[in-house]
């Protein structure tokens, strides 16, 4: 079972980003399912997150980030408008998945992060 996260790069102060990130193999369910991002020499932190029908933001974020899910695919996307600086980072996706390989009820699993730099 494993997250794959694609769509970061390179864009300017005020562009827009789409990343997305699907998960693939032995799966019964998922439950929530989020994004996380990590600075240079910062911890990493939620940006947003999505379960049972309910979405969270990062308060830095609000008004300019949207986490959506696509349940049938098991991908959640995250549109990202408005791009400032401060959000160069690298984003994770970030899963609880219930799979017969990872054993009793839900476990957390995360991508492999793919890079969002924003130039001023």
């Known amino acids: 079972v494993q997250l794959q996260a694609s769509g970061g790069g390179l864009v300017q102060a005020g562009g827009s980003l789409r990343l997305s990130c699907g998960a693939s193999?032995?799966?019964?369910?998922?439950?929530?399912m989020a994004w996380y991002r990590q600075a240079p020499e910062k911890d990493r932190e939620l940006v947003a997150s999505?379960?049972?029908?309910?979405?969270r933001y990062a308060d830095s974020v609000k008004g300019r980030f949207t986490i959506s899910r696509d349940n049938a695919k098991n991908a959640v996307y995250l549109q990202m408008n408005s791009l400032k600086p401060e959000d160069t980072a690298v984003y994770y996706c970030?899963?609880?998945?219930?799979?017969?390989?990872?054993?009793?009820?839900?476990?957390?699993?995360w991508g492999q992060g793919t890079l969002v730099t924003v130039s001023s």
């Open positions: 999505a379960s049972g029908g309910s979405t």
């Open positions: 970030y899963a609880e998945v219930l799979s017969a390989v990872l054993g009793m009820g839900l476990k957390p699993i």
């Open positions: 193999g032995s799966i019964f369910s998922i439950g929530s």
